[in-house]
């Protein structure tokens, strides 16, 4: 165990933070509306955003090494600058498409995705299939050289702003329930593809209803072969796992709270004096140091190619940061008193919990329910850590699956 | 930067499991527990054959000269397995003896101390639960100790203690000096019992060689507890999730039930990830001295916490026979008890954690 970094790195950290210099945009360009475009565009060519994609699909191409993905990413969050996207086309289409992808798939998809120039959004949930994502209903049917869609899905986050859309359809009705699934990318303006948007509790609407009625994509926009949809949508789903899964963002949210408890008061005191809140803020930061030092203990796991070694607390990841981030929302609705009656403003909403104002805590507070449900339910996370991290028995299915 | 053990490391541990579970099964340690005798001689020599009660002391004096990560991984093992040994209260001293002894006490006691043929042990606490320095009243005059520590884990095999007295320095007393008197407190854990002892007017010599020796040494105990727990708190899910897969009732294994198999999985993410938090805690301490003292109180808080609610619901999973002394429950679920209560409660190194932080 050393936590210092060897001399190499430190090099590489120094070279980092050299070309961060550049952010934000010298004089009037800093405000040009695609500034964060340019300025991420010039982190592709000197090598530090879009590290690990080839530079023929638009990446630096530079070789893999984790360490430094690490330091890029710690001196881009530490300078507020736009570094690798982590929206569902860059995160989570692109390493599919890099693992999966045809040759063509790849030319075609990737470089727009990590250019910000195409959209994507993520259609695998449908009205009758949630946790049991398998029991998707909706259609592809071949038909001469177009695949048909027909059915529905929902909880579709950002489908009216997006050009295309991976997702899961049913192409063997026969097969058995996770064998008749492929993994198509549909155009949103093919005729016969309809959003509508459904509005969250927040009172934001990031969340849509997409509907099929005969929509035809070409046969080649399928990713794997027709029956492989599921083995691939699980790969993409551990890119979203990861997202979710992020200890900067529990760090940063604690220490916010650290900063509400210290505005406001308790018996004519500040907050942060009282001593069951001070215990509380310390209960809760055994758990986000807790995800802190464990990410380092699966990185490390990773870099030298043991990942086995962290498969527990790898699988645990997503709930994990999530109930810690519960907790710390919990802790802070509980500072707000009577503010907490309060409904979230627009700019809260569009924030999604990020906002350090009162109603943005409000929002915040409801907000962090969200990422508990999306990318596989907790109860979904306690069975897979029940069942694959320690052996207990299945959960009885129907015998018919 | 690397955040993961050394083959050597790993390998320790790895050798220690190997012994702990051909020489310490649970049902040697029952019979420890029946006696209520806390310690087993031939354990501890075959511990000290292969090294283990010299590891963190200098190759010069006949140790091993490892660090603190490494005692935590022995830690973690003993508390798995709830070794009924006196290796906490030993290592504690002989850090204490490293850090502040003259060379001419280093001489004197190191080299059978890491032979494991001489057994040290630590007095801290006053009343109950005065561990911190500021607060310690045994007085020292004329080289003669007398006042009273409690909580002195295996006092009654040691040969030498290592004792606080007031103003927060330490200072050495063979426990054959004529004024010292050792009363059994009867401990909840058998595996390591502790002691009252009187001194009255008990010859000493003070450990002065600088530093705030009681302080660095009591940090570095807060993350060999943590370990230990860690250890006995993961034998305990593996006890829980061994009698989910076994336990039939209404004609299924009770772990098909998701009501049962939830439970265990919640434990198990208490539990697991924090493997990393006393990894942390037990390196940050020897290299990391802004963050060590914290780090170290913030691992040990919240692990033995977290274990001791865990070690609950291990009780209750197993139903009836869970309640029994019979079930090896019991044995890790006192092992909890202790660490969470030796060297400050969650509750006092939260206090601790929060004016660390300049809160």
């Known amino acids: 165990m050393d936590l210092e970094y060897t001399e190499k790195y430190q090099a590489y950290r120094d070279e980092v933070r050299l070309f961060l210099k550049g952010w934000p945009l010298a004089g009037d360009a800093a405000d040009r509306p695609d500034a964060a475009g340019v300025f991420r565009k010039r982190g592709i060519e000197a090598g530090f955003v ?24 710690q001196e881009f969050y530490a300078a507020g600058a736009p570094g690798d996207l982590t929206s569902q086309g860059a995160g989570m289409l692109v390493p599919t498409l890099l693992e999966f992808g045809t040759e063509a798939q790849k030319k075609r998809f990737i470089p727009k995705a990590l250019a910000d120039e195409e959209r994507w959004c993520q259609g695998y ?42 997702g899961l359809f049913r192409t063997d009705p026969s097969a058995s329930k996770h064998a008749g699934i492929s993994y198509l990318l549909v155009d949103m303006k093919t005729p016969g593809v309809e959003v509508r948007p459904l509005k969250e509790m927040t009172g934001g609407m990031e969340f849509n209803e997409i509907f099929f ?45 650290l900063d509400l408890a210290r505005g406001v008061e308790i018996d004519g005191c500040p907050a ?53 981030m519960q907790m710390i ?24 919990g990020r906002n350090v104002t009162a109603t943005g805590w409000v929002e915040a507070y409801i907000f962090s329910m969200g990422p508990s449900i999306a990318g596989g339910a907790s109860n979904i996370q306690l069975n897979i850590i029940g069942e694959r991290g320690y052996g207990l028995p299945r959960d009885m299915r129907p015998p018919s699956s | 930067m690397d955040f993961g053990l050394s083959e050597e490391q790993e390998l320790l541990q790895e050798t220690l499991r190997g012994f702990v579970s051909k020489e310490c099964s649970a049902s040697r340690l029952r019979e420890i527990f029946d006696a209520g005798v806390g310690h087993d001689s031939s354990l501890w020599s075959g511990l000290a054959e292969m090294g283990f009660a010299g590891l963190n002391i200098p190759e010069e004096y006949g140790g091993a000269g490892m660090e603190i990560l490494d005692l935590a991984l022995v830690c973690e093992v003993l508390g798995e397995s709830g070794v009924p040994v006196p290796f906490f209260g030993h290592v504690m001293a002989s850090l204490a003896l490293v850090q502040g002894g003259s060379d001419e006490q280093k001489s004197r006691w190191l080299p059978s101390l890491a032979a494991g043929e001489k ?241």
Not at chain 2, 212 to 222: F, I, N, P
Request: with cysteine; net charge negative; proline share 4%.
């Open chain 1, 50 to 73: 879009c590290r690990n994609v080839p530079t023929e699909y638009g990446g630096a191409g530079q070789e893999p090494d984790a360490l430094k993905d690490a330091i890029v990413r």
């Open chain 1, 125 to 166: 949930s449908e009205p009758g299939s949630g946790s049991d994502l398998a029991s998707l209903q909706c259609r592809a049917t071949l038909d001469g050289d177009d695949y048909v869609l027909s059915g529905q899905k929902i909880w579709t986050s950002n489908a009216r702003q997006a050009d295309w859309m991976f």
């Open chain 1, 213 to 257: 009625n005969d929509a035809r994509v070409p046969a080649e926009n399928i990713v794997g072969k027709p029956g492989e949809g599921w083995a691939v949508s699980r790969a993409t789903l551990v890119h979203e796992r990861n997202l979710i899964a992020n200890p900067n963002m529990m760090r940063d949210t604690f220490n916010d709270l």
């Open chain 1, 272 to 324: 942060l004096e009282d001593r069951s809140l001070r215990q509380r803020l310390v209960e809760i930061e055994g758990y986000v140091r807790t995800g802190e030092t464990s990410s380092m203990l699966q990185f490390t796991a990773g870099v030298r190619g043991e990942p086995l070694k962290a498969m527990r607390p790898m699988m645990m990841g997503k709930l994990y940061s999530t109930d810690t």
């Open chain 1, 329 to 352: 929302q919990k802790c802070a609705y509980d500072l707000l008193g009577a503010g907490g009656m309060l409904a979230p403003t627009s700019e809260d909403v569009a924030g999604w």
């Open chain 2, 119 to 359: 057994i040290a042990s630590i007095a801290l606490c006053e009343a109950e639960g005065e561990w911190n320095p500021e607060q310690w009243q045994c007085g020292v005059k004329g080289g003669r100790v007398f006042g009273s520590k409690s909580f002195v884990p295996s006092a009654d095999v040691a040969d030498l203690l290592v004792v606080g007295v007031a103003g927060g320095g330490l200072v050495l007393v063979e426990t054959e000096a004529e004024g010292v008197r050792v009363e059994n407190l009867d401990g909840i854990d058998r595996s390591r019992p502790v002691f009252r002892v009187e001194f009255d007017k008990a010859a000493s010599s003070p450990l002065d060689a600088g530093g705030d020796v009681a302080r660095t040494v009591s940090d570095a105990g807060l993350a060999l507890l943590a370990a230990d727990a860690f250890g006995a708190a993961s034998r305990l899910i593996d006890l829980a999730v061994e009698y989910a897969k076994t336990r039939e009732q209404f004609g299924q294994k009770i772990g098909q039930f998701q009501a049962v198999k939830h439970q265990i999985a919640r434990l198990a993410l208490d539990i697991e990830p924090s493997r990393a938090l006393y990894w942390y805690g037990a390196y940050a301490v020897e290299h990391l001295p802004e963050d060590g003292a914290r780090a170290a109180a913030l691992a040990k808080s919240h692990i033995t916490d977290r274990a001791l609610s865990a070690a609950r619901a291990v009780v209750e999973l197993h139903g009836g026979l869970g309640f029994t002394w019979e079930c090896d429950v019991q044995m890790g679920f006192k092992r909890l008890m202790f660490d969470r209560g030796f060297l400050g409660t969650p509750a006092v190194l939260r206090d601790r954690c929060a004016a660390l932080a300049g809160w």
